[in-house]
């Protein structure tokens, strides 16, 4: 697992966050890397590992490098072989602040996500090797109509090399004619291939009081065609958040539950998982 740095408290500095490990029993205890931001490392990770078949963890700081625009690392379980992959750098052909987990094919490519950078510092999709070489960014985010901004979540990886994701805004640009501003929608879930090509909204919520809003968090699958996820506010009448499906060719959308935030409630649901006979786990921020 990892801990972020944050400001100092308490009497103590928290530091820049760390990599640490402990057995299912909570023995073991270990700090397996301590951040120390600057030029060579990463500061501030707020993303879960990825863990490769043969010892080898990798994850994402949003912060560290030279540009201290965030990074991608790898560590072995022991502590060892810790190095930077790829240190952001933004600009149009870099992003910058990752702050989702990456996703990681059989073939050694790892897939992930920067919340801003890109060519219209919407957000980019991007994908490297497991040895830091062949970084590329697969999308920029432009906002607006017919774009997402603002990607936060890690991304899906289906056999058939499609990448499902969510954006926090854009897709369906709304005005608000009294105060004469425009808003730039209210969140998307998106696909793209593996090599860049066919990107696609599937949805683009509206901004509607009675829609979900603000997918924050990753998707899972059932396998046979049916995503689930779920949005950080959005639904009548507490604007609470939702859980929802929506099928991999976008053709199908339902609200599965919309949260109140209130006693025997929550609100501003995580990610959920499956337990493969038709439950879904999550937890929320609030409520």
């Not at 929608?185 to 509607?208: K, W």
Request: charged share 15%.
């Amino acid at each position: 697992g990892t801990t972020r740095g944050d400001v100092p408290c308490c009497g103590y500095s928290a530091g820049f966050g760390a990599v640490f490990k402990l057995r299912t029993d909570g023995t073991g205890f270990k700090l397996l890397h301590e951040f120390v931001g600057g030029a060579s490392d990463g500061a501030e990770p707020e993303a879960s590992l990825t863990l490769d078949g043969v010892g080898n963890l990798y994850g994402t700081t949003t912060r560290g490098g030279p540009s201290d625009a965030g990074t991608v690392y790898t560590i072995k379980m022991d502590g060892n072989g810790f190095q930077l992959l790829h240190s952001f750098a933004d600009g149009a052909t870099d992003g910058i602040d990752p702050v989702a987990s990456l996703t990681l094919d059989g073939a050694g490519n790892l897939y992930g996500t920067t919340a801003v950078g890109g060519s219209s510092n919407g957000g980019t999709v991007f994908t490297l090797r497991t040895d830091g070489t062949g970084f590329r960014l697969l999308h920029s985010f432009a906002g607006g109509e017919g774009d997402g901004r603002w990607p936060s979540a890690e991304l899906l990886l289906d056999e058939s090399g499609d990448l499902y994701g969510t954006t926090l805004a854009g897709g369906q640009p709304i005005v608000h004619t009294a105060l004469g501003d425009t808003y730039d929608g209210a969140g998307t879930v998106f696909r793209v291939r593996t090599d860049g090509t066919d990107f696609q909204l599937l949805r683009a919520f509206p901004v509607d009081a009675n829609d979900a809003a603000g997918p924050l968090s990753s998707l899972i699958s059932n396998g046979s065609g049916t995503l689930y996820g779920t949005t950080s506010s959005g639904g009548s009448p507490a604007n609470a958040g939702t859980v929802f499906s929506i099928s991999t060719d976008g053709s199908f959308f339902q609200i599965l539950y919309t949260f109140v935030g209130f006693t025997n409630d929550g609100g501003i649901p995580s990610a959920v998982i499956s337990d493969g006979s038709g439950f879904l786990y999550g937890t929320t921020e609030v409520g």
